[in-house]
């Protein structure tokens, strides 16, 4: 089959690769989308069922584009995501591919050949926006799991009617395992939810969501090369939060109160026994720590502004509740473990990249998105450029520096090629 040609190949139709098509076809650079699935393919198939975006309704904007509704403070289940991001395809006219998997990018002398199952397209620029969430992210020490547990990761997870009767052991204490935490107690499963280094912080203060505190005092702004430590940034847990309709606040004192049992992060499986480190009281005070340094200077950026008057008083969540003795061990044998849920986080896939951009941990080589080969970007990672890079009102700001670098390398290689 013969090969097609373009401006720009951009993989993957989730918002972000949606927003940087916008931002090329403002600049009327020729290219398009390619898509394995649909439009918001993982929102479509990879996500649980009661599942609700943790940011408010009014912080999903995109290049031209926003919320409409009157409930700008709700949060969107998933069919509502969908329906956002398929609306958004629609009305920039992106013009994507769906049902074309992108099998391998080579690098040629003018630029890429991106092979994919429809056939192979040539391009001088590639964006890659295949998201930061293809691969459950599982610790080794899965493989010491006996037989006869259940195991499950978060994106093959809908629903606790999946799971055996019995308890479950929740591996990881950020937004997903809070969240399933939550729901498989409240199926009638006991769980144990292993505690490691997690982000706290309440759903609302002083009257106002996180969000809003995060966004108008510029933390989600950010930028990545205002940071001290970016590859340590990179790898901050997500935010302990969850979106309800009653704006609760979900985090392990709820938790416990809900009857959840703690323990320290998982260490270790030997012996069929999961060992919990003993670190759960200093991970629990170093989150209360930081929550209340973050809150404390959302504090002074309002006082600075003379906005003490206009919000509710400065009231602290209690420190977190830590169990006096929590368990170090727990049998995997005895059949009161019967499922393990890993929500340990995800990684991106790049098997299909075959340009040397990889590090030895398999991370892309980028800075702020321009990837260490010429003429190649990414969109959509974890700080990628700025804090709010992975959430999707990130994505536009990311896309429109990028775009911009995009047009200026074309502009360049054409003008180099005499073109
Ligand atoms: C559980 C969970 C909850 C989240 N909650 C929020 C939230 O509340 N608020 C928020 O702002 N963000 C949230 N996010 C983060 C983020 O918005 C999502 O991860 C989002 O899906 C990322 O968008 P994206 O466009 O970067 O990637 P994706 O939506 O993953 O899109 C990438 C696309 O690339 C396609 N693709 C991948 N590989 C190939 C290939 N080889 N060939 C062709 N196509 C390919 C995929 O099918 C997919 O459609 C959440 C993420 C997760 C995992």
């Not at 397209?121 to 799991?145: F, M, Q, S, Y």
């Not at 509710?312 to 009161?336: F, I, N, W």
């Amino acid at each position: 089959m013969a090969s097609q040609r373009t401006a720009t190949v951009v993989i993957g139709a989730g918002h972000a690769g949606l927003a940087m098509s916008r931002c090329l076809s403002e600049r009327a650079i020729d290219h398009v989308l390619l898509e394995r699935g649909e439009v918001a393919n993982s929102w479509r198939t990879e996500r649980w069922d009661s599942l609700r975006l943790l940011t408010p309704n009014w912080q999903s904007r995109l290049p031209g584009y926003g919320y409409q509704g009157n409930d700008p403070d709700g949060y969107r289940t998933v069919p509502d995501v969908v329906d956002f991001i398929a609306r958004y395809a629609r009305e920039i006219d992106a013009p994507v591919r769906t049902g074309t998997t992108v099998a391998s990018v080579r690098a040629e002398c003018d630029g890429y050949r991106v092979a994919t199952d429809r056939g192979d397209w040539r391009c001088r620029t590639v964006v890659l926006a295949t998201g930061a969430c293809n691969v459950p992210d599982v610790p080794a020490v899965a493989e010491a799991v006996p037989a006869g547990v259940m195991t499950l990761t978060p994106m093959r997870y809908r629903n606790p009617g999946q799971l055996p009767e019995g308890g479950v052991l929740v591996v990881g204490a950020s937004a997903t395992g809070i969240q399933l935490a939550d729901e498989i107690h409240r199926s009638g499963r006991p769980v144990t939810l292993a505690v490691g280094e997690h982000i706290r912080v309440p759903r609302t203060y002083r009257g106002r969501d996180i969000s809003w505190w995060m966004d108008a005092t510029g933390v989600f702004d950010e930028r990545y090369d205002q940071v001290e430590d970016i590859e340590r940034a990179r790898r901050v847990p997500s935010l302990q939060l969850a979106g309800s309709s009653g704006r609760r606040t979900l985090d392990l004192n709820a938790l416990t109160a809900a009857g959840v049992r703690l323990a320290g992060r998982l260490a270790g499986i030997s012996d069929g026994k999961a060992q919990f480190s003993g670190s759960l009281r200093n991970m629990c005070a170093l989150s209360d720590l930081k929550m209340g340094r973050l809150l404390d200077s959302f504090d002074a950026w309002a006082t600075e502004r003379g906005l003490d008057g206009a919000l509710g008083g400065p009231a602290r969540p209690a420190p977190t509740a830590v169990p006096d003795s929590p368990p170090l061990m727990a049998s995997l044998t005895d059949r009161t473990i019967r499922t393990i849920l890993w929500a340990t986080g995800f990684r991106p896939d790049y098997s299909w990249l075959e340009v040397p951009v990889l590090d030895r941990k398999g991370r892309l080589r980028h800075d702020g998105g321009v990837v260490a080969a010429p003429g190649m970007y990414a969109l959509g990672l974890q700080f990628l450029r700025r804090r709010k890079s992975a959430l999707i009102d990130g994505a536009g700001d990311d896309a429109r520096d990028l775009s911009a670098h995009l047009d200026g390398y074309l502009a360049g290689s054409l003008a180099e090629a005499g073109a």
